[in-house]
């Protein structure tokens, strides 16, 4: 699990110690891939101000940079191997590769980015230090786009929370074009009910 606390727009945050020994591990993968790889889900979340739990990791890397099989090896040496059976046929069918950090149990979602949109998200992610580990973090505005399509309860409350923080930094209108793009993508109407939730949180 990890928490953070807020101080002013950034985390100052406590992981626990799997946590913190998995994003170590996770970070050297990264680094070998940089603009092209970046820190998603709720430990970028907690890396941009939002106190909150997690219990995993979550990884976008651009997918025409390395195959899955490739992939897995490169994990592999960070110590994060496969967590179920024919993992990177899994991960080629479904853009996914579902892992562990054997040192700690800590899982790891590697994702494998295509779409423009997810690109130039790696591609904007900056370096921060989470933990005492420096590694490439999404921005608080992707994450927002990020998290729009996924729409579970957890990513509201997660875009009410980097909306607060943040708001009066964000691009509304580029996130409600990549949403929108997104919801045609995939065939769902996200959009709608983030704009409902833009207009409670920042009136706009």
């Keep these: 699990m990890g928490e953070a606390s807020r101080m002013g727009g950034k985390s100052r945050s406590t992981l626990s110690s799997g946590i913190g020994r998995a994003l170590e591990d996770v970070a050297k993968v990264i680094a070998r891939h940089e603009g092209r790889?970046?820190?998603?889900?709720?430990?970028?979340?907690?890396?941009?101000?939002?106190?909150?739990?997690?219990?995993d990791i979550d990884v976008a890397i651009a997918g025409q940079d390395i195959s899955a099989i490739d992939l897995a090896a490169e994990l592999s040496?960070?110590?994060?191997?496969?967590?179920?059976?024919?993992?990177?046929?899994?991960a080629e069918e479904n853009q996914v590769l579902l892992a562990r950090h054997s040192d700690s149990g800590v899982d790891i979602d590697v994702s494998r980015a295509w779409l423009p949109f997810e690109l130039e998200a790696l591609a904007a992610a900056s370096s921060e230090t989470l933990g005492g580990v420096r590694t490439s973090i999404a921005q608080p505005e992707d994450l927002i786009i990020f998290k729009?399509?996924?729409?579970?309860?957890?990513?509201?409350?997660?875009?009410?929370?980097?909306?607060?923080?943040?708001?009066?930094?964000?691009?509304?209108?580029?996130?409600?074009?990549?949403v929108k793009e997104l919801d045609e993508a995939l065939e769902v109407n996200r959009l709608r009910d983030l704009d409902r939730l833009i207009a409670r949180i920042l009136n706009q």
């Design 37 to 55: 790889a970046a820190i998603i889900g709720g430990i970028a979340v907690i890396a941009r101000g939002v106190p909150r739990l997690t219990r």
């Design 77 to 90: 040496e960070a110590g994060i191997v496969p967590r179920i059976t024919d993992a990177v046929a899994f």
């Design 148 to 178: 729009a399509v996924a729409w579970r309860p957890q990513d509201q409350q997660d875009i009410e929370r980097l909306l607060a923080l943040h708001g009066s930094r964000i691009d509304l209108e580029r996130v409600r074009r990549h």
